[in-house]
């Protein structure tokens, strides 16, 4: 069963859709205990970083999280829920992210902000779900990881950035995969599966 964390800052009907398509068995929660003993999690976003973790806070998710994930759950993070794992954001340079992965949130300073629709990734060999293929962004923000090993992908928006990251049990993702048509389907499909 995969638990979808419910924090009042997701995308969580696309989502469900998605898991619904696959035929997959899954449920909303933002019960701190379901969440730390959930076995498969999917951390969705999108919104402000600063709101997110004030809402994660105010539902004492944080810990739970943190533990779930040190549990060896199977933890898949999105869009913003790809951005709360850092330690902080130039979205909110007062709020401390999940810290989860060390590293920061920058905004991006050329180009169209935000970048919204298709485009290309370039997959690294720390990628076990994904493949070369154009996914779906609506993002201002991207994340600067500090161990470069654990990016998973990249992706060219007037700079290179890291739009994915792999460690451990944890996947998360800058573009949407529940809106990215076949190549969505197909990680969900890896990831559910993997």
Do not use: R
């Not at 809402?55 to 709360?84: R, S």
């Amino acid at each position: 069963m995969i638990t979808i964390i419910d924090y009042e800052a997701g995308n969580l009907k696309s989502i469900c859709n998605m898991l619904e398509f696959l035929g997959e068995k899954y449920h909303i929660s933002s019960a701190p205990t379901e969440i730390e003993k959930a076995e498969q999690i999917i951390f969705p976003g999108q919104g402000h970083f600063s709101q997110a973790m004030k809402n994660l806070e105010n539902k004492n998710l944080i810990l739970p999280i943190k533990n779930a994930i040190e549990n060896n759950a199977k933890f898949l993070g999105i869009c913003l829920g790809l951005q709360v794992l850092f330690e902080k954001s130039e979205e909110a340079p007062d709020i401390k992210g999940l810290g989860i992965i060390k590293g920061e949130v920058k905004k991006f300073t050329k180009g169209k902000i935000p970048q919204i629709g298709w485009n290309k990734i370039n997959t690294t060999q720390n990628n076990s779900f994904l493949e070369d293929n154009y996914f779906y962004f609506v993002n201002s923000y991207y994340v600067v990881p500090e161990n470069k090993n654990v990016i998973s992908s990249t992706c060219n928006y007037n700079i290179e950035f890291a739009s994915s990251i792999e460690y451990k049990n944890l996947v998360a993702l800058q573009f949407h995969p529940e809106k990215s048509s076949d190549a969505g389907i197909n990680f969900f499909k890896k990831w559910v599966n993997g």
